[in-house]
């Protein structure tokens, strides 16, 4: 096999992959076509990428980053004119920027150039100001950025950049054992919305259209957390705070809605959040991440699936995050997982069940799966990371390292196929 041929077979597998790997057909934000995802075509994705990638060791990491930046072309192609490519080639919010903590004389500056105020705020509960301008119908998001910077160097300007949820889901069922780990623990988390049968109390908030509305996506999140039906979760009964950032809009995942998110579970005392969404840097992200880690919140957040090749995924590289891998059933790191700019554990990620929106326990694979229970694995130590360490099972080579962090946790906490 030509080395030519192969990479051409391997993106050929992965861009078919990632157009039906995303577990919210209703959420047209995320990368792919909308359609239902069938529990053979799953587990053909698990294959084809897995065993492509086995008979070609020698090609290089960036067949997956070339796959992501498809994907990316065929978001904006298929949004409708929601969602266009910043000045870094990243999906956001289509015909408007964001800035971070504005002053006056900065807002009038850009009204001076034709630049709309559509919303000025503050992130409720931590303190962090921004402004969302509609830029002129005459440039494109790329332009107007490049503009902005050159406005206001040392403004923190930027486009309201998409994140996206990670994984893959088929059909799948098996017995659970029972437990009461959870019970009295509360965790947040960020994503789409939650449906049936998850085994602790849910409350939702929506940010974003439509919001809250369930998903499979955020169903599978959260029953890795609380379990339900015959999924165990990583601690069985815990109280979730659900904050959906998708609803049903088109460009749904965006920064300002994840900041918002944010706010709401800050100020709902949320000790662990869990975040398996994947995007690049944003100034107000990182803004509203560090103000609620200033109140105690432990935030959690994957490393993606577009390999490690592809650029530092965010929330999970901010620093003081918990950045997350997946791992198979055999604890082997996921070959399509990402990377962050700091690795702190793995957890299992695929060979294994979740719910989904209809409380059907489906197979799941993505390091989105992985998230939710090193979420919980933190929630029931109390937020002790050194706990968590002391249980965290070392992989690899000796100590922390870069494809597994400090070790595995709640290995033991998949409810497998």
């Keep these: 096999m030509t080395m030519r ?44 990428t897995g065993e492509v990638v086995e008979r070609v060791r020698d090609l290089p990491p960036q067949a997956l980053a070339a796959a992501r930046l498809d994907r990316f072309a065929r978001l904006v192609r298929e949004s409708r004119g929601r969602i266009a490519l910043d000045d870094n080639g990243e999906p956001a919010r289509a015909g408007e920027i964001v800035l971070t903590d504005p002053d006056a004389a900065t807002l009038s500056l850009f009204a001076g150039r034709g630049y709309r105020l559509i919303e000025q705020a503050e992130v409720e509960g931590l ?27 040392v403004a923190a300007v930027s486009a309201d950049v ?54 499979d996506h955020g169903t599978a999140v959260a ?5 339900g039906g015959p999924v165990r979760g990583g601690a069985p009964g815990a ?11 088109r460009a749904g995942g965006s920064a300002v809605a994840i900041a918002r998110a944010l706010g709401w579970l800050a100020g709902e005392r949320a000790p662990v959040v869990a975040i398996s969404l ?25 490393v993606g699936n ?8 965010y929330p999970a590289s901010y620093p003081g995050v918990v950045a997350v891998t997946g791992v198979d059933g055999r604890g082997r790191a996921l070959i399509e997982a990402g990377r962050a700019a700091h690795l702190d554990y793995a957890a299992p990620g695929a060979d294994m069940v979740a719910l989904d929106a209809r409380g059907r326990a489906r197979r799941v694979r993505g390091t989105s799966f992985a998230v939710p229970l090193v979420a919980a694995a933190i929630a029931r130590a109390g937020g002790r990371l050194a706990a968590v360490d002391a249980a965290a099972k070392d992989l690899g080579t000796r100590g922390p390292d870069p494809v597994y962090g400090r070790g595995l946790v709640c290995g033991d906490c998949a409810t497998r196929k």
């Design 162 to 215: 998409l994140h996206f949820e990670s994984g893959g889901l088929g059909t799948a069922a098996q017995e659970a054992r029972a437990s009461a780990a959870g019970k009295g623990i509360v965790v947040g988390m960020i994503d789409s919305g939650v449906g049936r049968g998850v085994g602790g109390p849910v409350r939702q908030q929506g940010f974003a259209a439509g919001a809250p509305r369930p998903s």
């Design 223 to 227: 029953s890795l957390i609380a379990g």
């Design 5 to 48: 041929f192969a990479l051409t077979l391997v993106l050929a597998a992965l861009t078919a992959a990632a157009a039906q790997a995303q577990l919210v057909p209703q959420l047209p934000s995320l990368p792919g076509p909308v359609g239902s995802l069938p529990g053979e075509i799953v587990d053909g994705i698990g294959r084809t």
């Design 127 to 153: 303190g962090v100001g921004y402004a969302r301008l509609a830029i002129p119908e005459s440039r494109s998001l790329a332009e107007a950025m490049r503009e902005a910077r050159r406005l206001a160097p």
């Design 306 to 313: 577009d390999g490690p090749a592809a650029p530092p995924a």
């Design 278 to 302: 994947v995007g690049p840097p944003n100034p107000l992200l990182a803004r509203t991440v560090a103000a609620a880690q200033t109140r105690g919140m432990v935030i959690v957040a994957a």
């Design 239 to 249: 109280g979730l705070l659900v904050a959906d950032v998708y609803g049903g809009d």
